[in-house]
């Protein structure tokens, strides 16, 4: 069945510096590809997405990468601050969202 | 635009009781979702609407959870009966639709089911 696998579980980085989660997925078929943070207790939000007709896409300091030949794509955060810390989550979608297992990221001041 | 919108956002039941739970989808968003969340893992899709029919519902334990979108607009999600596992937050998003695939994807802020 369709997967999503994400790297690293937890990322810990100094402000500043940049942040990098990657995810790969099963299905080829597979044409979206948004990023969510979520906080503690509260819901998903989406972040940024990318679909599958484009291979990178930047919203300020986050970028994300596709690579579809290689069915990977990754989440890029740069100049890190310590709001940015939270549980990061890459899903996959052709017709449904498959989620990634998440990656806790924390920014240490 | 209002978002997705969910109840109760918390409820605490004995194992074995049963529990229900609402959503009522952005306007016009024909695609439902009904997602399980444990605490540190990434949601599980449990089952997906397209409208009021179900379009995948291979991770549903049909024995004891069922959903139904009646009228192709909100949603209600049932447990009966519950376990200790079943503890989690159940997450409910829509999407709207393009060429086919779906697009969009809002959560609503989810109920936090406690099973003791």
């Known amino acids: 069945g369709e997967n999503v696998e994400q790297h690293p579980s937890t990322l810990s980085v100094q402000e500043g510096d940049s942040a990098v989660i990657k995810c790969t997925y099963s299905?080829?078929?597979?044409?979206?590809f948004p990023w969510y943070k979520q906080e503690l207790g509260k819901r998903p939000q989406l972040i940024i997405d990318i679909r599958s007709n484009v291979g990178e896409k930047k919203d300020q300091r986050i970028a994300v990468t596709l690579n579809k030949t290689a069915k990977h794509f990754s989440l890029h955060i740069t100049e890190t601050q310590p709001e940015d810390s939270a549980v990061y989550f890459c899903a996959a979608s052709r017709r449904k969202l498959i989620f990634g297992q998440g990656t806790t990221l924390q920014v240490k001041p | 635009e209002a978002g997705v919108a969910q109840s109760p956002r918390y409820k605490i039941i004995e194992k074995r009781q049963s529990v229900a739970f609402w959503c009522n989808p952005i306007s016009g968003h024909a695609t439902l979702y009904w997602y399980q969340q444990i605490l540190g893992q990434g949601p599980k899709l449990l089952i997906q609407f397209q409208n009021n029919g179900v379009v995948d519902d291979s991770q549903l334990p049909k024995d004891r959870f069922s959903a139904e979108r009646l009228k192709g607009v909100d949603s209600t999600l049932k447990i009966q009966p519950a376990k200790l596992e079943d503890s989690a937050v159940y997450l409910c998003?829509?999407?709207?639709?393009?060429?086919?695939?779906?697009?969009?994807?809002?959560f609503g802020s989810g109920t936090r089911l406690t099973v003791v």
């Open positions: 998003a829509s999407s709207s639709q393009m060429g086919g695939a779906n697009y969009g994807y809002t």
């Open positions: 299905d080829s078929a597979s044409n979206y």
